[in-house]
């Protein structure tokens, strides 16, 4: 029972990490590989300031990673299949079609790339 525990606890902190829209697109952005900040305010139509912070915070969390290439630093998913394990997330907000209709659900199925992963099982397993 510890390990579920434990288990449960890290799980929980990953969904806070989460807790955040911004957050979420972000990842979702990454999941179509590495990104500059300003690429990612642009796709995003956040501020480099904000994307920064949200960028800083996924880094503390090792859910994403940075390279730098002179002053640029670009960021990429520690796990790339994690992107996709977010849009999988989609059914369950089908689910709640009272809250969400159907249509806007299949738009952004459509707007977000499908990530697919070679090896990645899209965090299944």
Same mark, same amino acid.
């Given at each position: 029972?510890?390990? #579920?525990? /434990?288990?449960?606890?890290? *799980?929980?902190?990953?969904?806070? *990490?989460? =807790? &955040?829209?911004?957050?979420? #697109?972000?990842?979702?952005?990454?999941?179509?590989?590495?990104? +500059? $900040?300003?690429?990612?305010? !642009?796709?995003?139509?956040?501020?480099?300031?904000?994307?920064?912070? &949200?960028?800083? /915070?996924?880094? +503390? &969390? #090792?859910?994403? !990673?940075?390279r730098r290439d002179g002053r640029h630093r670009y960021y990429h998913l520690v796990q790339p299949g994690f992107a996709a394990w977010i849009v999988d997330?989609?059914?369950?907000? =089908?689910?709640?079609?009272? $809250? $969400?209709? =159907?249509?806007?659900?299949? =738009?952004?199925?459509?707007?977000?790339?499908?990530?697919?992963?070679?090896?990645?099982?899209?965090?299944?397993?």
């Amino acid at each position: 029972m510890p390990n #579920r525990v /434990l288990i449960a606890r890290e *799980l929980a902190d990953l969904f806070k *990490l989460l =807790a &955040h829209p911004d957050r979420i #697109r972000l990842i979702e952005e990454l999941g179509a590989g590495e990104k +500059a $900040v300003n690429e990612l305010g !642009d796709s995003t139509g956040l501020p480099s300031a904000r994307v920064s912070q &949200h960028l800083a /915070l996924l880094r +503390a &969390h #090792r859910v994403v !990673d940075e390279r730098r290439d002179g002053r640029h630093r670009y960021y990429h998913l520690v796990q790339p299949g994690f992107a996709a394990w977010i849009v999988d997330g989609l059914d369950f907000v =089908a689910g709640r079609e009272q $809250v $969400v209709d =159907a249509a806007k659900i299949r =738009a952004v199925r459509r707007q977000w790339p499908a990530t697919p992963v070679a090896g990645s099982g899209r965090g299944r397993g």
